[in-house]
């Protein structure tokens, strides 16, 4: 581990670093790379027993799946963003974090492949989609229209998005003691979505389905215009406050 950033109260940038990244290639936006966080001995590494990795004394790790935010070759760094949930291991291993601090990194995993052909993109998704969402903005076609729907638990979460010349983008802050999830299910719901619409929509499993069923059983879209993934899941422990990205499918 190189550094660590504050992007807001709520996000925490940490830069990863050394020899071990050479040959890394993310090549679709919102990829995923899977962390294995360290115990409280130091890194030990899990081995693989043919359906799950496990630690030496048959325990599970920490593994967290978060978005390749950025990834600079030439100085072998690789940024990831991290949501803070108070208790959750990510958010205490990110805010503790030290330079030279090991870390275990696997990946890249699939992304999100731009059709480029398409004209226009409805994005959605939670806190924990952030940075999916940012490289979605820095990778779509500058042509093409981008309708970003953006829910925030609290205003401390709202960050400046990169920019796209046709993107309009909405911040949706989730209603006190509302279920996670909520906000952005509503916002999906009252979007215009035209025909020939790519969909691209990940947060909260549980309103991720939701989101699911409202837009293939409800208005019919076409499947394969839309890609909607669960991150996270509201009451799970280890996920709750584990992740930025936590990709499922």
Do not use: C
């Amino acid at each position: 581990m190189r550094r660590t950033e504050a992007v807001s109260p709520r996000l925490i940038r940490v830069t990863l670093g050394g020899p071990a990244l050479d040959g890394l290639v993310v090549d679709q936006p919102a990829a995923s790379v899977r962390v294995l966080l360290p115990e409280a001995a130091g890194l030990v590494l899990p081995e693989w027993n043919g359906n799950q990795f496990l630690l030496p004394d048959g325990g599970r790790p920490k593994l967290r799946t978060l978005t390749p935010r950025r990834l600079d070759a030439g100085a072998a760094e690789l940024d990831v963003e991290i949501v803070i949930h108070v208790g959750g291991a990510a958010s205490a291993w990110a805010a503790a974090a030290q330079p030279g601090d090991p870390v275990g990194l696997t990946g890249p995993g699939r992304g999100y492949a731009i059709d480029a052909g398409a004209r226009t993109f409805l994005l959605a998704g939670d806190e924990s989609a952030i940075p999916a969402m940012s490289q979605l903005l820095e990778w779509l076609p500058s042509e093409a229209r981008v309708d970003v729907h953006v829910e925030a638990a609290d205003r401390r979460a709202r960050i400046e998005l990169p920019a796209h010349e046709r993107a309009t983008i909405a911040w949706h802050e989730l209603p006190a003691g509302a279920p996670p999830g909520a906000a952005m299910v509503n916002a999906v719901a009252e979007a215009p979505i035209a025909a020939g619409t790519r969909v691209w929509v990940a947060g909260e499993a549980a309103a991720v389905q939701r989101i699911r069923r409202h837009l293939f059983e409800d208005r019919g879209h076409p499947r394969a215009d839309a890609w909607v993934r669960g991150y996270w899941k509201h009451g799970r422990a280890g996920d709750d406050d584990a992740a930025t990205d936590a990709p499922a499918p």
